[in-house]
DNA sequence: TTGTACGTCGTACACCGTACTGCGTACACT
DNA sequence: AGTGTACGCAGTACGGTGTACGACGTACAA
């Protein structure tokens, strides 16, 4: 491990993430063996290792291993690893619906596009771990993710300034979200504790923390929304709560007189 | 490492997390040698560590040489490095203003929230990797924030679940924004590249990439967007214009008829 | 005084990303 | 047609990580 680098496109040469995303033929040497595997293999291998066994399992080694080529030969297709996490990335965009709008309007059209990330987010919790929404790699997955979900906003009114800031808004509530669904899946799963299991464990010191002299609002508040859903923080209560925030203030901005 | 848990609280007895967080006694053993440090320089210790160099840099042998121990003596102050990680959040948390709230409305009261937790998360950029919105460390630092913050929606005739669906919201739009801060900044500090710079050296293959008959709306939206702000993301656009749809959305809560 | 609980530390292990090197293949040029 | 060489592949190795384990010494409880 050379610099601390832990993600995304990085330096080598001028950059050879972007060929590689667009399969730039420049690319394609004519000298050597045959190539024994592909960089869509890699990439899938990739893929199914981080869907199927967390982020954690993807490793050079075990990409390799998947795909059937020694670990070090995984380097002839990729520069390294933050370069494969951004192809993983862009060819899930890439595989996302893009459904016409027809006559729909702009609400009803950025909730799709609101849910279709969610699914995307919740079927690859790992994406939240490495997705940037600033600075994505501009590979043709995220332009035609970028483009579609642009169009949604046809109509709208609104500047291309607007427009480019409302979007990146809307996906930050949905990453937010996602991310949040997912380290509560993961407090639960990997201490192998359900949540009274450690409500109780921990209760002797807990009654300390939870004083409502010393925080009356947190805990009054705190009880009433376990009590509301079930346990601390509730996945679909946060997401219609917070979807219908999101859409209400962009509706301040696109339905202003 | 054992298992490939990356984070949060765990396991260690029904939870010693919990007990170091509140400085329980009941965990002040009586035999032995005197412990050479403390708990809190620990924890200081990974803090101007995170701080100063990344939290790439917080390894259990640079905490423990920054406080003068060995590595694994640090094993027993704190049970493991995800432990260590939640009594850092939960120390910075501790440390937040707290002013009170006055005669001011809720929108500037949100608002001041708002820039409490940006600055945090500006100061500290690594937060962002490590802070859970869902599921904090329990311990007097959150406590005390979660306190406060709600205390900022006293008055605005929300119900308790409400009210801290509204939190929780508010505060997820300010750590996603943080985080893409963080990584635009990473972005081009780690790759000692300028986004010009950038631009030049990827303009071959950028060519195809921003085809503007294939990607109409999103070759014209983010050179617009990249005029408007010098770069393909601002920071400050994305800050004014997120907090000000963020706290829209909430007044269309708060002051309905 | 002595037993023992505990803090400290060195060593060691499994695992990570990847630099380097040697080898054999198959194209490009003469 | 022969050959030089660019390239794919694999093995080994390095420096890094978190932390389990065991040896050793300290200081309180009996």
């Known amino acids: 491990m050379t610099p601390p680098r832990t993600r995304s496109t990085g330096a080598g040469e001028p950059s050879r993430t972007l060929a590689l995303l ?23 291998a990739a893929l199914s290792l981080a869907d199927e066994e967390g982020l954690g399992a993807v490793t050079m080694r075990a990409v390799a291993q998947r ?27 890439a595989q996302m619906p893009r459904p016409a709008w027809g006559r729909s309007r702009w609400r009803s059209r950025l909730t799709s596009v609101a849910e279709s990330n969610l699914e995307l987010l919740t079927t690859h919790p790992w994406l939240t771990e490495v997705a940037a929404l600033s600075r994505p790699p501009l590979g043709p997955g995220v332009m035609a993710k970028y483009e579609h979900e642009l169009s949604a906003l046809d109509g709208s009114g609104l500047s291309d300034v607007d427009t480019d800031a409302a979007l990146t808004y809307l996906l930050g ?24 299991q450690w409500w109780a464990a921990n209760q002797p010191v807990l009654e300390r923390a939870l004083d409502p002299t010393a925080y009356p609002r947190a805990t009054r508040i705190g009880a009433a929304a376990g009590e509301a859903h079930g346990s601390a923080w509730s996945e679909a209560a946060a997401w219609t709560f917070g979807l219908a925030r999101t859409l209400d203030g962009l509706a301040a901005l696109i339905e202003r007189d």
């Open 173 to 196: 509530f949905v990453q937010s979200h996602a991310r949040s669904a997912h380290d509560a899946r993961r407090a639960t799963t990997d201490t192998a504790m359900s949540d009274e």
């Open 22 to 44: 667009w399969g730039d033929p420049s690319a394609q040497p004519r000298k050597g063996p045959g190539r024994s595997v592909t960089v869509a293999q890699v990439v899938d």
């Open 67 to 93: 795909v059937g080529v020694s670990a070090m030969s995984v380097y002839t297709y990729v520069p390294g690893k933050a370069e494969l996490l951004d192809l993983m990335v862009d060819a899930l965009y």
